[in-house]
């Protein structure tokens, strides 16, 4: 069965210290296959990279991973992907990542997490992309980058219109859903299912 939707997830290699990190990306993994949608991430199996994976494998859904074959020789793949894509670069990953999402989601992570946040959202604010993208604020963890976001736009480095771009919630239900119901690619009475 052809997924509803797509989320690209990008989060952390490593689990972190506050243990609501991972029960945030096990809920992420797992609302994504209760509502017949689909995972694309970075490939790997450790952190909660791995945690979402398996997760949303869990609940049936389809899971595309993306990563350098750089760190597949590190053994740092996840081969229970239902599909694995090992690529030569990042760049090649980020591209094929972006191309195979509907929505974009940034969990707990470090400067990879980051990077790729800030570019989809760069590529959205250019027109690049039309995509919603969200940033899952788990334990106030990003709490002191969004009060720099905000000294940005007081400082007129950013504007309100790019910032409206970014959504932000600590809550992996109602954000996932806004996010996907943002993108109109599945009906709200199948996102409303529990």
């Known amino acids: 069965m052809k997924p509803e939707f797509s989320v690209c ?11 609501d990190f991972a029960t945030a990306a096990r809920e992420v993994g797992h609302w994504i296959g209760e509502h017949g949608g689909q995972l694309v991430y970075g490939g790997g199996k ?51 990542m972006a191309e195979r999402a509907d929505v974009f989601l940034a969990l707990p992570g470090g400067i990879g997490t980051f990077e790729e946040l800030f570019e ?18 788990i334990a106030g963890y990003y709490d002191r980058l969004l009060g720099f976001l905000e000294q940005s736009v007081s400082q007129q480095f950013l504007g309100e219109w790019q910032m409206s771009l970014l959504s ?20 709200a009475s199948r996102l409303d299912r529990t």
């Not at 989060?11 to 243990?19: I, T, Y």
């Not at 997760?55 to 859904?61: K, T």
């Open 9 to 19: 997830v990008y989060c952390g290699s490593r689990p972190g210290l506050d243990a």
């Open 46 to 96: 450790g952190g909660l990279m791995g945690i979402v994976a398996s997760a949303a494998l869990e609940r049936g859904a389809t899971v595309v991973g993306v990563i350098p074959q750089a760190l597949v020789d590190k053994e740092w793949a996840n081969h229970a992907c239902t599909e694995l894509h090992v690529v030569h670069t990042m760049h090649e990953r980020k591209r094929m």
């Open 120 to 137: 989809v959202w760069t590529w959205r604010q250019l027109g690049y992309h039309a995509k919603p993208i969200g940033l899952l604020n």
């Open 168 to 187: 932000c919630s600590h809550e992996p239900a109602s954000l996932l859903r806004d996010l996907v119901q943002q993108s109109g690619m599945a009906p």
